[in-house]
């Protein structure tokens, strides 16, 4: 309607009356002038009208974004997924993992539980484009395309499994006796605060692992073991030997923790070996729980999780 008016405003201005002649003392000069008057009056309505265009498409785009957030991720069709994947095992895999597990001697969170710093494709888009302030979490390079993140997103957000679908065989009341008593968990897990360090935190494992993976990890502990749960057995040059769970390691020093929780720092020039065990220092239940308490125990750890109540 305004482009429309301006037009008409232009095609008025350069209506001349027919039957109207110049006066006869006009000049060359003046109709350069009157020239220059019209050609600035053009320029004027083209610069308006350029802006307002430009503010249009401004408000078009703005109105389309809007839309798409209000829609939620568009890109979220299986092979928006698939893409999504590819771009994370290509960029993503050297910290988190290939199977999006995380690392802990970087400071890489598990993606395949409840992601606590966002709820959904658009809260994950933002970590993704704006990085996370004060950890290792980069924004990602501008270069890339929104598409490309929004589908990033979309794979991160399928890792997330649906926790309450998935059902158990065992009973979780009977698990947590097991836990509490029999089974001595506490010596080496934490569990909301309480508990030793000499195994990994307990409190949130249902969201970390699926009950097959718990069962796993009951039966034979040293299926898959992390980095951050290797032993080392370290010698120095006076003989001394001590072992322990490793917490460190790099080319200038190492430093472990030994079971009774004390930590032990050494240079590499004061050792004259170091010995390596990526075996678990877990013991397996397989022979001394039955199998109906095994899946017990299992229900019990798949319980411990933020949107479940024990």
């Known amino acids: 309607m305004v482009c429309s008016s301006l037009f008409d405003n232009a095609r008025h201005s350069f209506h001349r009356p027919e039957n109207k002649i110049a006066p006869a003392t006009s000049t060359v000069s003046g109709r350069f002038k009157r020239f220059d008057s019209y050609f600035g009056l053009a320029f004027s309505l083209l610069t308006q009208t350029t802006r307002l ?9 703005v109105a389309s974004t809007a839309l798409a957030e209000d829609a939620g991720n568009l890109y979220n069709t299986p092979f928006d997924i698939s893409a999504g994947r590819s771009y994370f095992e290509k ?3 050297r910290c988190h993992g290939f199977d999006a597990r995380g690392n802990d001697e970087v400071g890489a969170p598990n993606l395949t539980g409840k992601l606590t710093r966002a709820s959904s494709s658009a809260g994950i888009y933002a970590i993704l484009r704006e990085g996370i302030s004060g950890t290792a979490m980069m924004a990602v390079d501008p270069q890339v395309p929104d598409a490309q993140l929004w589908q990033l997103a979309a794979y991160i957000e399928s890792l997330s499994r649906e926790s309450a679908s998935i059902a158990v065989r065992g009973t979780a009341e009977a698990g947590k006796a097991l836990f509490n008593d ?9 569990l909301d605060g309480k508990g030793g360090r000499l195994g990994p935190d307990l409190s949130t494992i249902g969201s970390q692992l699926s009950p097959d993976e718990l069962a796993l990890s009951l039966i034979e502990p040293s299926a898959k073991v992390a980095p951050r749960w290797w032993s080392l057995t370290l010698e120095d040059k006076n ?17 472990i923790m030994d079971t009774d929780s004390q930590l032990w720092s050494y240079p590499r020039s004061a050792l004259r070996r170091v ?22 125990l299992v229900a019990f750890l798949y319980s411990l999780r933020p949107e479940a109540t024990p």
């Open 53 to 61: 265009a430009s503010a249009l498409a401004l408000n078009l785009f």
């Open 91 to 93: 960029q993503c895999s």
């Open 182 to 190: 029999v089974a001595e968990c506490l010596d080496c897990h934490m």
């Open 239 to 255: 003989g001394i030997e001590r072992s322990g769970l490793r917490m460190n390691e790099d080319s200038f020093s190492v430093r």
């Open 275 to 296: 010995i390596r065990s990526e075996e678990s220092t877990m013991p397996s239940y397989a022979a001394r729980f039955s199998d109906t308490q095994i899946d017990d």
